[in-house]
């Protein structure tokens, strides 16, 4: 569409104003609500395109999904929870946990159900973001996406998919009207959900198939159920939970020298999977198959007591052999063997690399963030982009984590937004990168990702953007550099203009 034609057409509707829009309303975008709400000085909405809160977490409910990270560490640092049921707690206790912060703090009034962002565009007259969705206009001075990097599940490029007869349904989007009692059932992939499904699929299934692309590292999952007394303990003691936090914290920091295949410290955990391994299967045959033929680190090591022991049960098996094609029936392998099934499970992952929120957010020059992230996502300080002014990315390019918690990401990223929207609201300015500082800061990123066993690791992992093969998606440095660097909101390395008075009506209050 015409640009001219696209204003006049924005210019008709029915605009809601405010001064912060945040589409979103997982661990991200809600722990950006609730410190907008609890500084109470901005006006903001939530897009949600759900009718509940929670993201990923309300999203994936298949049987046995918890956290891999401790919850007393997976939680938010402003919202301390001293009764998690257990170390790794299971994943309707983490949702409920978002949906009673949302309530507590105030944010459930700020919300908009049902509301899925479809188009996003700087209006360069009026110098504010137009977002379409599929309950109202919107314009807002500053745009948050919360969209989270796991919320789009992917789906495996297999022929003959969607021919197959039986049931298909994706790790992200369990369909619980199904029953996997008695039935044959197939799981694609081997990965951080596929581990904690199969175990829980092997209880009630006839026949459990695990189609393994490639095999992952698994260490054990050191759990417990709290007591009474030690929850009563985080109760009446917050100064304990914080230091449990605290140690749960540093340990994960001090494993980052694995990821930079710093001899000593890939040996210990690499000792540690293939001990695990050996303790809990015993066959020969089914250990060389499960044994990685990469670098440990190079794909998420995973934690589970459970998943080597169901693989060794009368009605599990593992399948190496690579996928040929589905048809009506089911798995045909490379080697001509089939599987007939009921059940397929695919869980494949999400589209993490290439984000779908990316398409739908313009900027100044009418350019998608896809096309301008087509070899992968670049941001300044991860968050903001040059030529999409006042926009803020959570969760966007190099802010996840091979080991640690995304919590401690997201409150840092509050944090810088938070300071961001402060100088964009005081000043009555628009803010974007300027291009030069935006090069130097990815290339920095790149640099630091030289010799890492995410680049070095013999792997292929959604770490790796597909086509530019960078590191586009995790942080390849210590937790704490991401907050030297990036825990608060300078103007330096930004093109800062001031807004014309008349466009300064547009930040009157909505109420
Ligand atoms: O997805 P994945 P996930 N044919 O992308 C395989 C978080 N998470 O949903 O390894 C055959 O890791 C693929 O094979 P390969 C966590 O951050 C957290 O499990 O590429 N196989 C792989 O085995 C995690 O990293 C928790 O060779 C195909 C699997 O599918 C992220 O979510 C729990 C295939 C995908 O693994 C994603 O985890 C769960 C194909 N065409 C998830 N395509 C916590 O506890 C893909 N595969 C916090």
Known sequence: MHETTMINEVNDRNWIKTEVLIIGSGF????????????????????????????????NTYPGAACDIQSHLYSYSFRPNPRWSRVYA????????????AQEEGVIP????????INARWDPVESVWCVITTAGEYKALALV???????????????????????????????????????????????????????????????L?????????????????????????????????????????????????????VPAFIEQVST??????????????????????????????????????????????LQTAGISHIDKHGVVLKNQDRVDLDLLVVATGFEAADLPIAELIHG??????????KDGGQAYACTTVSGFPNLFMMLGPNTGLGAGSMIFMIETQINYIKGGIGFICDNAALIEPEAKAQHRYVESIYQRSGGSVWLEGGCSSWYLHPRSQRLTTL????????????????????????????????LARQA
């Open 28 to 59: 991200s975008g809600l722990g950006m609500a609730v410190a907008l709400k609890r500084e109470g000085k901005r006006d903001f909405i939530v897009l949600e395109r759900a009718n509940d809160v929670g993201g990923t977490w309300r999203d």
């Open 475 to 506: 942080w390849p440095d210590f937790m704490t550099q991401f907050r030297k660097e990036n825990g608060s909101f300078s103007p330096d390395g930004y093109q800062v203009t001031t807004r014309a008075p008349q466009e300064q009506q547009l």
């Open 110 to 117: 700020h919300v908009k159900f049902n509301a899925t962002a």
């Open 272 to 317: 540690m999977a293939l001990n695990h391994l050996k303790n809990q299967v015993p066959d020969e045959k089914l250990r060389q198959d499960l044994t990685p033929d990469y670098a440990i680190g190079c794909k998420r090591i995973l934690l589970s007591n459970d998943y080597y022991p169901t693989l060794t049960q009368p009605n599990v098996s």
């Open 90 to 101: 299971p994943q309707p206790e983490i949702l409920d946990y978002l949906r009673t912060t």
């Open 209 to 261: 198939t695990i189609f393994q692309r490639s095999a992952p590292y698994v260490i054990p999952r050191r759990d417990h159920i709290y007591s009474e007394a030690e929850k009563g303990m985080f109760a009446h003691f917050p100064e304990a939970a914080q230091e449990l936090r605290d140690e749960l914290f540093w340990g994960n920091e001090t494993r980052f020298p694995q990821r930079r295949q």
């Open 145 to 207: 996406s919360a969209a989270g990097h796991l919320s789009d599940p992917s789906y495996p490029n297999i022929e003959g998919l969607s021919s197959f007869e039986g049931e298909v349904f994706h790790s992200a989007r369990w369909d619980h009207s199904y029953s996997p009692e008695n039935q044959r059932i197939g799981v694609i992939g081997t990965g951080a959900s596929a581990i904690q499904i199969v175990p829980e699929l092997a209880y009630v299934a006839e026949q």
């Open 364 to 373: 100044v020059d009418g350019e998608s963030l896809a096309e301008k992230w």
